[in-house]
């Protein structure tokens, strides 16, 4: 499918990079890990958003277990005589004193005695003495914490927090005991307040981030897809996704003996086709794109057991997939794969279809399954090589990528879809690796692909993305705007051509005019709303951002799509509430 999505590999056990954890990056490559759901690690190194002065603050990746020895220097908790003159001073050395019995009995295991120092401290320290005070709650929470006291540890965090709102430690230790109570979005809220402050430079908060965006996107997710209506995609992408087979009997044209002879000279009028079969009719309404009818159409068909069953079931259940109904999609593709008597290229092509579906719902040990089951009953047949090649490429197995490939390409030597996918594999295979001659080798794959098909618009897209990653942006745009030539009405194209404006140029409005060009294109493209929201987060317009947000969940093709969206969209609603209690904001462009 040509302007693509950038691809990411990630393998069965959750290696490298879920796409649900891709963010932009202005001014640095694209694909971020951990944390970049954020948007803002593009300012890490650069500076430090607070907390270096908090009491003990964390050092990167430090494990923030311990309580604290000294005083915390935050508004007030100095040493200074107050009215009181020396008998506050006295009370505060008491106090001292008490806290650092409690450390003692802290660091021997000692958790309920190191409770009763910290209580001591507590009611011995001066009223107006906030610093030490936030200490002194802090230390009892993380003694508190030993025990597993979850609510305690939020009750003393929280009463640390009010003495002192920007102390990492206790925000973070909070935003830890709200986890273990499962209360997810005040831990969300928590843990967005430590990473601002931390510069987002510790691994421990932004790791802690990305788990709990993770749960909270799954369990809505899960909720949301349930319950959404079924929304058919564009035209455009609708044709795009017919385009990636060729061995694909239900997307073929009507043949002239299913059509009525008074139509076969009236061109540019609607077809009546010969049979009353719902499928044949399905395939009319496939010819005029009015693809709102095709799955009752095809029921009709099924109901009746007629001629065209397996056609129809597999033509249903390919439009299931494309509105989003993969469980209503998968008992007719069941159907056909057990249809023995069904042409073999039905059987296969449902085997493929249920494999990438698998694969969407993160089971690819069934998806591989289905793959080679399809390669095992039809080894003829070009499309299986092809998905497959792709399935590998997600599960970064690449040199079985490039094996599909070459034998697709062997089946098909006029396949340039193959042809320029195998060059993407071979570019991410040196890349990842950072192997300078392969990138080169791989680079110049694609000059020669683009040469010998120089109307795959796919090919000019993949390179594209390539020369981006070797901050090639001027060739990059080059290869943009020929894919645009062929595909004036492909969407994500300009999406990719925006987001190369704010990482080339920094210009900002031009890449907001790109993507604002394709959702005017493809008012369904999720990507486009998905980017748009991206941007917005990083310009700190919140409200903006969780519209475009909310806009792209409403389309998501998948439950996996819909979580990554929630994601996101809880990011920047944590954001919003953090910069209404703290008045914490991360840097914004």
């Known amino acids: 499918m040509a302007a693509s999505k ?147 540890v939020v009750q003393d965090c929280t009463k640390a927090v009010e003495l002192n709102p920007k102390y990492v430690k206790a925000l973070f230790r909070r935003a830890k005991a709200y986890e273990k109570l499962d209360n997810k979005k005040e831990c969300l809220e928590d843990v967005t307040a430590v990473c601002i402050l931390e510069g987002f430079q510790n691994q421990q908060s932004m790791l802690l981030a990305d788990k709990v965006l993770k749960l909270l996107g799954k369990e809505k997710a899960k909720e949301k897809y349930k319950n959404r209506e079924p929304l058919m995609p564009s035209p455009q992408f609708i044709k795009s996704y017919f385009s990636s087979f060729t061995d694909d009997i239900i997307s073929q044209p009507m043949l002239e003996g299913e059509k ?29 794109e009015n693809y709102d009818k095709i799955i009752s159409e095809c029921s009709k068909e099924i109901d009746t057991q007629g001629k065209y069953l397996a056609e129809a079931l597999l033509l249903r259940a390919t439009f299931y997939l494309l509105i989003g109904s993969a469980n ?75 094996a599909d490939f070459d034998e697709c390409i062997r089946l098909r030597p006029e396949s340039a879809l193959a042809q320029a996918q195998k060059c993407f594999a071979l570019y991410r295979q040196a890349y990842t690796g950072n192997n300078s001659s392969q990138i080169q080798a791989a680079m110049k794959g694609f000059e020669e692909v683009i040469k010998k098909f120089p109307k795959c618009a796919e090919g000019y897209a993949l390179y ?98 819909m979580a990554h969206l929630y994601s996101l969209c809880d990011a920047a609603h944590a954001q919003t509430e953090v910069a209404k209690k703290y008045g914490l904001k991360p840097p914004t462009l």
């Open 328 to 402: 209503a999609a998968k008992p007719d593709l069941d159907k056909v794969i057990s249809l023995k008597e069904a042409n073999v290229k039905l059987r296969a092509n449902a085997l493929i279809k249920r494999g990438s579906m698998y694969m969407q719902q993160q089971q690819p040990l069934l998806s591989t399954q289905d793959f080679n089951t399809a390669a095992d009953i039809d080894p003829q047949n070009a499309d299986v090589y092809h998905h497959r090649g792709q399935l590998k490429i997600l599960l970064d197995q690449v040199e079985e990528a490039v």
């Open 6 to 152: 950038p691809v990411e590999a990630a393998g069965p056990g959750g290696g490298g990079l879920a796409r649900w954890q891709v963010a932009l990056a202005v001014g640095a490559p694209l694909l971020l890990g951990a944390g970049a759901v954020f948007l803002w690690s593009r300012q890490r190194g650069r500076r430090g958003a607070g907390g270096r002065g908090d009491a003990g603050g964390p050092k990167r990746n430090s494990e923030r277990k311990t309580p604290e020895g000294r005083a915390s220097p935050a508004p007030g908790g100095g040493h200074q005589e107050g009215p009181g003159g020396r008998r506050d001073m006295n009370s505060l050395d008491r106090a001292q004193a008490a806290k650092n019995k409690g450390n003692k009995y802290f660091k021997a295991g000692k958790y309920e005695q190191a409770i009763q120092c910290y209580t001591e401290a507590i009611s011995l320290c001066p009223a107006e003495k906030n610093g030490d005070l936030a200490t002194f709650y802090q230390n009892r929470a993380a003694a508190f914490e030993q025990l597993q006291k979850w609510k305690e």
């Open 260 to 288: 009525s002879d008074e139509d076969k000279d009236k061109e540019g009028e609607a077809l009546e086709v010969r049979e009353h079969s719902g499928y044949l009719k399905a395939k009319q309404y496939m010819e005029e």
């Open 464 to 561: 594209a993305q390539a020369l981006t990653d070797q901050q090639q942006f001027g060739k990059a745009d080059e290869m943009y705007d020929r894919c645009i030539d062929l595909e004036p009405d492909n969407a994500t194209t300009y999406v990719h051509k925006g987001l190369l404006q704010l990482q080339w140029k920094q210009d900002l409005d031009k890449g907001l005019e790109l993507i604002s060009k394709a959702i005017e294109i493809d008012n369904k493209c999720d990507f486009a709303y998905e980017t748009m929201g991206t941007i917005e987060v990083q310009r700190g317009n919140m409200e903006k951002a969780i519209d475009m947000f909310n806009k792209a969940i409403n389309l998501a093709k998948s439950e996996m799509e």
